[in-house]
């Protein structure tokens, strides 16, 4: 056993650990700050748009979870009308084949990942819920989205403000956050 071998490891490990010591935390304080999530991101919701829907129902037959209830009647020239569009986020697993499989590219996942609720029943979607009047629409299957929405702001950026992603985020010091408690 040579001392000089195991010595100069020790030394090494203890520099990289030093060097952590000066770094700052790579959190943010959420829900105060939150992070530009991924343009892609396959969020807590679905959005779907009324006006590119033709009632097929595709999304409702690839659905593994049988999550999506679609009622329709015949319209005046001969299309479908959708007079129910429910969704059970509640069962959902937001797996994205429904909307994968859209033809019309009627359906898209959405941004938001806050979406908890008391009752289940709160989490039944009817179609005026679903519209993109109250959701925002993520880039997910969806490129002429994604490019139009702002870039995912990624920790490992350091504590500097952050051009590149669009977002400028203010981390707080090790040492405060200690004085606060966290
Ligand atoms: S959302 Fe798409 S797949 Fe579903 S019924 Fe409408 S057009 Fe068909
Ligand atoms: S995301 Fe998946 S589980 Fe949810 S409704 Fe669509 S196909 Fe069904």
């Not at 952590?20 to 992070?35: G, S």
């Not at 007079?83 to 994205?96: N, P, V």
């Not at 992603?165 to 981390?171: D, I, P, T, W």
Request: with cysteine.
């Amino acid at each position: 056993m040579k001392f000089e071998r195991y010595g100069i490891g020790i030394a090494k490990g203890m520099a990289i650990t030093f060097k952590h010591l000066f770094r700052p935390p790579i959190t943010v304080q959420y829900p105060e700050e939150k992070l530009v999530v991924s343009r892609r991101i396959r969020g807590n919701e679905l959005v779907w748009f009324p006006d590119r829907c033709t009632g097929c129902a595709t999304c409702a037959k690839s659905c593994p979870q049988g999550n999506i209830e679609i009622a329709t009647h015949v319209g005046s020239e001969n299309n479908y009308v959708v007079d129910k569009f429910e969704l059970d986020a509640g069962r959902c697993m937001f797996c994205g084949l429904c909307v994968e499989s859209c033809p019309y590219e009627a359906l898209a996942m959405g941004v938001s990942y806050e979406q908890a609720q008391y009752r289940r029943g709160d989490l039944v979607w009817s179609k005026e819920e679903l519209q993109p009047l109250n959701k925002r629409p993520s880039g997910y299957a969806r490129p002429e989205i994604e490019a139009a929405l702002p870039k995912q702001s990624l920790l490992i950026y350091g504590d500097k403000e952050r051009d590149e992603g669009g977002q400028k985020l203010r981390l707080i010091p090790l040492s405060k956050k200690r004085g606060r408690g966290v």
